[in-house]
T-cell receptor, first 113, second 114 residues
């Protein structure tokens, strides 16, 4: 069975601050996939990133970056220079390809002016 | 960009009534899923569907639930006799076998049972 832990329930930052959202994914599988989704107040799930378990290269996309460390089972997500529009619930999820996603409990990010 | 389409966006139903939630997955995707999110909680897996049959289901997906792919494009979730605790956002998703960009979710159907 897989377990996704997002220990941070809620984070509040002031605009332009950097913020890191933590995720720990526990599984016995050697091959798996990790995801981050954003859920804005409107409720839809917006795909942000997918990583393979065998690819530990960090990834940067604009103000977003992801750090995957297999040794610690962590897949952390950093937003640089946060903006009010980044306010949302962020979910980390994992899967064995082609199978169901297991979601974490989400982190509510509030970015204030 | 291809989308997963869900209808209706919001449905209100009386307890005990049957509801059918509809989804049109991305056309070349082979795996289909339903997930549920009770307000303020995490997203939970209900069922996966592949090759015209259920491939996996969770404990939530009891005899009151059923899924169907009645034609080549639609994927439906039926709740036979709704309960108050079925009130939630229901998300449909689809994926390719060798998925590159992640599971694609629809925008959800908010089901309210009164």
């Amino acid at each position: 069975a897989q377990k996704v832990t997002q220990a941070q329930t809620e984070i509040s930052v002031v605009e332009k601050e950097d913020v890191t959202l933590d995720c720990v994914y526990e599984t016995r599988d050697t091959t798996y996939y990790l995801f981050w989704y954003k859920q804005p107040p409107s409720g839809e799930l917006v795909f942000l990133i997918r990583r393979n378990s065998f690819d530990e290269q960090n990834e940067i996309s604009g103000r977003y970056s992801w750090n995957f460390q297999k040794s610690t089972s962590s897949f952390n997500f950093t937003i640089t220079a946060s903006q009010v529009v980044d306010s949302a619930v962020y979910f980390c999820a994992g899967a064995r390809g082609g199978n169901k996603l297991t979601f974490g409990t989400g982190t509510q990010l509030k970015v204030e002016l | 960009e291809p989308e997963v389409t869900q209808t209706p966006s919001h449905q209100v139903t009386q307890m005990g009534q049957e509801v059918i939630l509809r989804c049109v997955p991305i056309s070349n995707h082979l795996y289909f899923y339903w997930y549920r999110q009770i307000l303020g909680q995490k997203v939970e897996f209900l069922v996966s569907f592949y090759n015209n049959e259920i491939s996996e289901k969770s404990e939530i997906f009891d005899d009151q639930f059923s899924v169907e792919r009645p034609d080549g494009s639609n994927f439906t979730l039926k709740i036979r006799s709704t309960k108050l605790e079925d009130s939630a956002m229901y998300f449909c998703a689809s994926s390719e076998v060798e998925d590159r960009d992640g599971y694609t979710f629809g925008s959800g159907t908010r089901l309210t049972v009164v």
